[in-house]
């Protein structure tokens, strides 16, 4: 997993990709994998390679004042029976605050509610405000989703096997001094 360390302390900034080494063994859905492989300056390592649960949203972030935009990954299982998803954010401005948003639909609005950023959920739009978070010194947020309890402008709603669930984090920004906001790219996960 991205930011966890390898023998040596070399830390994986980003995700390897398959391929790379031997994989000696792998989970019936192909999402985990365990393979050597040969890192720089360390030599050969034993690794666990995760692959991520989410699919791309056609929908384009705007860069946020880090000079990037802000990138996002589900992680865990997207299983109701296991309950272990896990929605992260990178690439965010230091020390800004925000909360994930969700929705079964995507759609495009820029600027939405006069944000610097691009809204990728359409329709009713649920909120973890349970969860906000800071992106402190690493730039990164980091929300546990609970699949029993997903919540939408109702109430919270329980997931169901083949529901496709659109995720996007919404953080707070500045522009040249302005204080905004901004959007990350968004995710869709189906549940099984």
């Not at 050597?36 to 692959?51: K, M, Q």
């Not at 997207?78 to 909360?99: Q, V």
């Not at 639909?105 to 800071?134: D, H, N, Y």
Request: glycine share 16%; net charge negative; hydrophobic share 35%.
């Amino acid at each position: 997993r991205s930011g966890q360390s390898l023998p040596g302390g070399q830390v994986i900034d980003g995700v390897l990709p398959s391929g790379l080494g031997q994989t000696f063994d792998a989970t019936t859905d192909g999402r985990t994998l365990i393979q050597v492989i040969d890192v720089s300056g360390i030599g050969n390592t034993l690794v666990l390679l995760e692959r991520g649960l989410g699919d791309p949203v056609a929908c384009t972030p705007e860069p946020n004042s880090s000079g990037a935009p802000g990138r996002l990954r589900a992680e865990g299982s997207n299983s109701i029976g296991a309950n272990d998803l896990t929605i992260t954010a990178a690439s965010l401005p230091l020390s800004s605050f925000g909360y994930l948003l969700t929705r079964r639909t995507a759609q495009t609005t820029p600027m939405a509610g006069g944000s610097a950023g691009t809204l990728c959920l359409g329709g009713e739009i649920g909120r973890f405000v349970g969860q906000v978070a800071s992106s402190g010194t690493t730039g990164r947020i980091t929300t546990i989703v609970d699949l029993n309890a997903i919540p939408q402008p109702t109430g919270f709603v329980t997931g169901a096997a083949g529901e496709r669930w659109t995720f996007q984090l919404w953080h707070r920004d500045g522009v040249m001094g302005v204080a905004t906001s901004n959007f990350t790219e968004a995710v869709s996960v189906t549940l099984q």
